[in-house]
């Protein structure tokens, strides 16, 4: 059977979560120990996948590329009940990781504290920023990002990484190339927060064919790419298998369309506790 789809960039990542949610490992882990979530655009949706309901929180993204340049989300900078003065840029003193453990989504803990609790057994899901045509991914990172922190707790403890990657974020040069250029540091000029690229190069990466597969064991190929209207940035593909596993994969599909995410609470430029921000203009607000 052959059948041709289209989803937008949030119908994308809704598709992906219910593959990731469906994962042996992810769903171990949820039971009898940590699943570990930073907060972003796909990882909100796996949450609700998890736990069936959307994350309880006021934040829900950290660090975002808008059309004025890349900027952080106010509350995610900040954490609950902290104002701009008494923020941490210190990435051990995160706090808005969402937690899956022992099956129930838990309290918000530091960063420093949650990944020295963290086994082999557990896992943690981090959205990235671009994906190479080899299926290599990159997360930018910020003057003290977590990412770094990250890397170096996995290669300690052990746990397995997973990352949630829409083809939306297709770059058309290898990552490690990339990366090369992007070079946070030597910026004269920035459309905002100055960010470096950081090639991940160990973990799970799962883009809208890995999930197809994962869902119904179907395959899917992509055949167009962008849209208009809403559909800006859209991704059509071909799903190809027997008429069950293609049947299959559109009950998830259709499950997965008008998908929406959460209204982006921007920070205003004059009120923003991020020293390394670097907007071309008299007046930031």
Not at 131 to 136: A, F, T, V
Not at 138 to 145: D, S, T
Not at 210 to 221: C, D, K, P, T
């Given at each position: 059977?052959?059948?041709?789809?289209v989803?937008?960039?949030a119908?994308?990542?809704?598709?992906?979560?219910?593959?990731?949610?469906k994962?042996d490992?992810?769903?171990q882990a949820?039971q009898?120990?940590?699943?570990?979530?930073?907060?972003?655009?796909?990882?909100?949706?796996?949450?609700?996948?998890?736990t069936?309901?959307?994350?309880?929180?006021?934040?829900?993204?950290?660090?975002?590329?808008?059309?004025?340049?890349?900027?952080?989300?106010m509350?995610?900078?900040?954490g609950?009940?902290?104002?701009?003065?008494?923020?941490?840029?210190?990435?051990?003193?995160?706090r808005?990781?969402?937690?899956?453990?022992?099956g129930s989504?838990?309290?918000e803990?530091s960063?420093?504290?949650?990944?020295?609790r963290?086994?082999?057994?557990?896992?943690?899901?981090?959205?990235?920023?671009?994906?190479?045509?080899?299926?290599?991914v990159?997360?930018?990172?910020?003057?003290?990002?977590?990412?770094?922190?990250?890397?170096?707790?996995?290669?300690?403890?052990?746990?397995?990484?997973?990352?949630?990657?829409?083809?939306?974020?297709l770059?058309?040069i290898?990552?490690r190339?990339?990366a090369?250029?992007?070079?946070?540091?030597?910026?004269?000029?920035?459309?905002?927060?100055?960010?470096?690229?950081?090639p991940?190069?160990?973990?799970?990466?799962?883009n809208?064919?890995?999930?197809i597969e994962?869902?119904?064991g179907?395959?899917?190929?992509?055949?167009?790419?962008?849209?208009?209207?809403?559909?800006?940035?859209a991704?059509?593909?071909?799903?190809t298998?027997?008429?069950?596993?293609v049947?299959?994969?559109?009950?998830?599909?259709?499950?997965?369309?008008?998908?929406?995410l959460?209204?982006?609470?921007?920070?205003?430029?004059e009120?923003c506790?991020?020293p390394?921000?670097?907007f071309?203009?008299?007046?930031?607000?």
């Amino acid at each position: 059977m052959l059948a041709q789809i289209v989803l937008t960039p949030a119908e994308s990542k809704k598709l992906i979560a219910k593959a990731v949610a469906k994962m042996d490992v992810v769903k171990q882990a949820a039971q009898k120990g940590i699943v570990a979530l930073h907060p972003s655009s796909s990882t909100y949706f796996i949450v609700e996948e998890m736990t069936g309901a959307k994350p309880p929180t006021n934040h829900w993204v950290c660090g975002v590329v808008t059309a004025r340049g890349m900027c952080v989300e106010m509350a995610m900078v900040l954490g609950d009940g902290y104002t701009p003065r008494e923020a941490s840029m210190d990435p051990a003193d995160l706090r808005a990781t969402w937690i899956v453990e022992n099956g129930s989504l838990v309290a918000e803990e530091s960063l420093s504290r949650l990944l020295y609790r963290m086994t082999p057994s557990d896992v943690f899901i981090k959205g990235v920023n671009a994906i190479d045509p080899s299926g290599n991914v990159g997360i930018l990172y910020g003057h003290q990002g977590s990412i770094g922190y990250l890397m170096a707790a996995k290669q300690k403890r052990g746990f397995g990484m997973i990352y949630p990657a829409g083809l939306e974020k297709l770059i058309p040069i290898p990552i490690r190339e990339a990366a090369k250029h992007a070079k946070q540091a030597d910026f004269e000029y920035a459309m905002g927060m100055p960010v470096g690229l950081f090639p991940c190069s160990e973990g799970t990466v799962v883009n809208e064919m890995r999930a197809i597969e994962i869902l119904s064991g179907a395959e899917a190929v992509p055949m167009a790419a962008g849209g208009l209207g809403e559909a800006a940035g859209a991704l059509t593909l071909v799903i190809t298998g027997s008429r069950e596993q293609v049947g299959k994969a559109l009950i998830f599909v259709e499950q997965s369309k008008g998908a929406r995410l959460p209204q982006l609470r921007l920070c205003h430029c004059e009120g923003c506790p991020v020293p390394h921000c670097r907007f071309p203009m008299a007046d930031r607000s």
